[in-house]
């Protein structure tokens, strides 16, 4: 499991997006209904990513008004 709090290397960050790829990749040949999975998981992924990215803006707003 990797710990995306961390911050991690480039070459660590670029064999993580490859075999998230990879995974991808081996989804998208398979069966329509593993297909929609794959489509809504990334759907809730993106939720999660704008959701984290909205926090971090907000800790900043608020660190440049104190």
């Known amino acids: ?3 995306v709090h961390v911050r991690h290397t480039e070459s660590q960050n ?3 997006c490859l075999e998230i790829l990879s995974m991808m990749r081996r989804c998208l040949a398979q ?3 593993i297909r929609l999975i794959l489509y809504e998981a ?3 992924w993106k939720i999660c990513i704008q959701a ?3 926090v971090i803006s907000k800790q900043l ?3 440049v008004e104190l």
Do not use: K, N, T
């Open 1 to 3: 499991m990797v710990d």
């Open 52 to 54: 984290e990215m909205l």
């Open 42 to 44: 990334s759907a809730a």
């Open 31 to 33: 069966q329509a209904d």
């Open 14 to 16: 670029e064999a993580l």
């Open 61 to 63: 707003i608020c660190s």
